[in-house]
């Protein structure tokens, strides 16, 4: 019989650090890692158990249960619409599969805040689906009768039909305590504008943070807002450069066409959508 052991509790509770680190090699190496423990795993039972089939039928079932599903995200929350009847949760499949979302969870932050996907709900590779608070005739609703998310700021949890966490997402308040400013390059190399200075920041959490909206300020008269839909991904950084874009790294940039950090010193400091203060950072 077989002596292999696969931890799939260790792999879930390790998966949200590892899926979305700058360190990419380090990614796939954890995925790697599972997905080969996994693989072993399914070949001992399949051979104990007297079960034609093949090393690579081996592999894609043990990829398929460690991974499907798990490129669901939570992709916005509407929770300022024109009118209350306009809030909504949306979720996005962002895999190369159909996922069966039969008993999936949506907790809007609050116990009892819940919404259970019906049978038969399924949602095609790249494609979304929106939950409304209030009961709506052509999608799917929370039935409720007053609004649940918070305009100051909330949490929503996405849960699979086993209970585990898929997603969370965090905006406003809520959010303040995820993110920070990490590092400030002020002396950069492009002659005269300095157009490769800037400012990182990093989400500490393993949560989607909404910064729509939310602000770099670098000094009087020195803003950069963050466009709508603007979302930092869990244990990951971006950068605001001074007047570069780099995909790569968010592709956010103030279009500055002069230096804006003090090479002998500044602060930068970030704020969300109300003006409450995430981070500070200063140097100098």
Not at 112 to 135: C, E, I
């Amino acid at each position: 019989m077989s002596n292999i052991d696969f931890d799939k509790k260790a792999f879930v509770e390790k998966l949200p650090v590892n899926a979305y680190a700058i360190d990419v090699q380090s990614s796939w190496n954890f995925i790697n890692e599972y997905q080969n423990k996994l693989t072993q795993a399914n070949h001992q039972k399949r051979i104990d158990q007297s079960i034609k089939g093949s090393a690579l039928s081996d592999w894609w079932h043990a990829a398929y249960e460690l991974m499907a599903g798990r490129h669901v995200v939570i992709s916005d929350v509407n929770y300022s619409g024109d009118t209350e009847r306009e809030e909504f949760i949306e979720i996005t499949n962002k895999g190369p599969e159909i996922v069966d979302l039969t008993g999936w969870r949506i907790n809007a932050g609050d116990k009892g805040q819940d919404m259970q996907f019906p049978s038969d709900t399924w949602l095609k590779p790249n494609h979304s689906l929106r939950v409304y608070t209030f009961a709506n005739d052509d999608e799917m609703s929370f039935e409720r009768k007053q609004p649940i998310w918070n305009n100051k700021g909330d949490k929503a949890w996405l849960f699979n039909q086993l209970g585990e966490v898929i997603c969370s997402y965090v905006y406003g308040e809520a959010a303040l305590s995820h993110v920070a400013i990490t590092q400030i390059c002020f002396d950069g190399k492009v002659k005269h504008t300095e157009a490769d200075e800037y400012i990182e920041i990093a989400n500490l959490d393993f949560s989607f943070v909404d910064l729509s909206g939310w602000n770099v300020n670098a000094g009087i008269g020195q803003d950069f807002i963050f466009p709508q839909g603007s979302q930092l991904a869990p244990n990951a950084k971006i950068r605001v450069y001074t007047n570069l874009v780099d995909e790569a790294t968010g592709g956010y940039s103030f279009a500055s066409p002069r230096a804006i950090w003090n090479n002998k010193g500044d602060t930068g400091t970030l704020t969300n959508y109300d003006g409450k203060v995430a981070s500070t950072f200063t140097y100098g």
